[in-house]
């Protein structure tokens, strides 16, 4: 069995990601241990609330997470846990964040449109990789989130439409750290799929 | 592209021995009709995009066996779980979320100490923060020059008046402004009721939906007085409403969520189906 470590960093609701996980067949351990991180055979970085509190809180474990990541073993940020691999935020005013992946995190600009982009939008595959084997173009995903990730086209994975076009899935040059924006746990069946394919890639 | 919200409410309490139900709920084809749990993954089944359970306990012992009810949906059921219904301070939403649900909605605990949703979504994020308005119109305008003047379906002047306690007690806070500064404080949605529709099958009230989604940044869910999928594409179209929540006409089985989908995206109504 694959053994998963989801990134505790004292924020956010971790139990239905865990869920999502153990139903793809894994074995879950919620853990900001750094022995713990180095042995999973998948690692992910969840992710709900302020980007400089959370970077904060993970800054103990940057030396961990880059000795991870080196190993070539997968790693998922998810919703916040994803703009957290950039270089940097916005929010907050600016902050450094894991700089795993080039690019930055900025604000949705003022419009007609409303913020934060909150629920289900279709997704445009811009780039092959394994995590999104068998999702079909223009699948719903579920979002939820005020800053968006500008990166370039080499490192997205997905785009999707909200008043601009932003990386909703991202992807490190070496192709083990992916990044998304939605939050595959409360995608439905499409998410589960997902999560299920992540952890064929442990 | 991002599409319009279509959300069940199911009013979750104790049955005598102290078991969780649904209350009024008629599906006859429905095994065990009163399991929460069951109800969510039916809900799931027909394309659900979100659900609320309101906990119409609220007592201690009701919240007891609430979280046990979140812990088991969030195992199950893999889309977004809102949960309200007497929710006081910091601890309880602490306790809600970390049960599995990834939005909390305060109504009257807002009202009576505004602080609450500023500090909370300090710490857990405006994301899972949803302030519930319950209104009611006031066809006072004349004695009340400070208030926002909505014009009715017929023309009439009105101000929305913020009732709490579901409902029986006015406040005397105007709707308008009270929701602008829900934003403020830093709630990241709005679930707006309207007690002069709610439990009449008439739709909508469009003109406070029409009126907050234009105001405001954050989204806004519409509910109260849906009895059939039109009223829905109202809520979107003249309402303006970013997601629409409704109880009974999914309930009694009459449509299910999946039928209201097909309806609006006949006519052009972003839904994910």
């Not at chain 2, 003109?207 to 039109?230: C, D, F, R, W, Y």
């Amino acid at each position: 069995m694959k053994k998963i470590v989801i990134i505790d960093y004292g924020l956010g609701n971790l139990r239905s990601v865990r869920k999502g996980l153990e139903h793809a067949g894994a074995d879950v351990i919620i853990s900001s241990d750094p022995e713990e991180i180095k042995n999973a055979d998948g690692v992910i970085l969840p992710g709900v609330g302020a980007f400089r509190d959370a970077m904060k809180n993970v800054e103990v474990l940057r030396s961990t997470i880059d000795e991870y990541v080196e190993s070539g073993k997968p790693m998922l940020g998810i919703c916040l846990g994803q703009q957290m691999m950039l270089s940097t935020s916005e929010e907050g005013g600016v902050t450094e964040g894991l700089d795993l992946v080039k690019g930055q995190v900025l604000r949705f600009p003022h419009s007609e449109l409303k913020v934060p982009h909150m629920g289900w939008n279709s997704i445009k595959i811009t780039q092959e990789h394994p995590i999104f084997d068998g999702i079909p173009e223009g699948s719903y995903v579920y979002f939820v989130h005020s800053y968006y990730v500008d990166t370039s086209d080499r490192n997205t994975l997905i785009s999707c439409e909200y008043g601009t076009e932003f990386a909703a899935a991202i992807v490190n040059d070496a192709g083990n750290v992916i990044g998304t924006q939605f939050h595959p746990e409360k995608s439905g069946d499409t998410g589960l799929k997902i999560l299920e394919n992540f952890v064929a890639m442990c | 592209m991002l599409t319009k919200r279509i959300i069940p409410c199911l009013d979750v309490t104790l049955d005598e021995e102290g078991g969780t139900v649904v209350k009024g709920i008629e599906f006859v084809d429905l095994r065990k009709a009163g399991d929460p749990v069951e109800l969510a993954k039916r809900y799931n089944e027909q394309g659900a995009d979100e659900l609320v359970f309101l906990d119409i306990t609220a007592s201690h012992e009701g919240r007891g066996t609430m979280v046990k009810v979140i812990e088991r949906t969030a195992d199950e059921v893999f889309i977004p779980l809102t949960v309200g219904g007497g929710i006081n301070s910091i601890e309880d939403i602490r306790q809600i979320l970390r049960a599995g649900a990834d939005k909390v909605s305060i109504n009257t605990a807002a009202v009576k100490n505004p602080e609450l949703i500023k500090e909370s979504s300090e710490i857990f994020g405006a994301q899972c923060i949803v302030t519930a308005i319950d209104c009611k119109r006031n066809l006072d305008v004349e004695n009340n020059p400070d208030k926002t003047i909505i014009e009715l379906e017929d023309g009439t002047p009105a101000w929305y008046e913020v009732v709490i306690y579901g409902g029986r007690q006015p406040t005397g806070i105007d709707a308008v402004q009270w929701a602008k500064k829900v934003e403020e404080l830093g709630s990241g949605e709005i679930l707006l009721t309207s007690m002069d529709r709610d439990g009449t099958y008439d739709g909508f009230d469009i003109p406070i939906t029409k009126k907050l989604s234009e105001e405001l940044e954050i989204p806004i869910i519409a509910s109260g007085g849906v009895g059939n999928p039109e009223h829905m594409y109202e809520g979107f179209t003249k309402g303006k409403a970013d997601a629409a929540l409704a109880a009974s006409i999914f309930h009694f089985g009459k449509y299910t969520v999946n039928d209201v989908k097909e309806h609006l995206k006949e006519k052009n109504i972003p839904v994910r189906l």
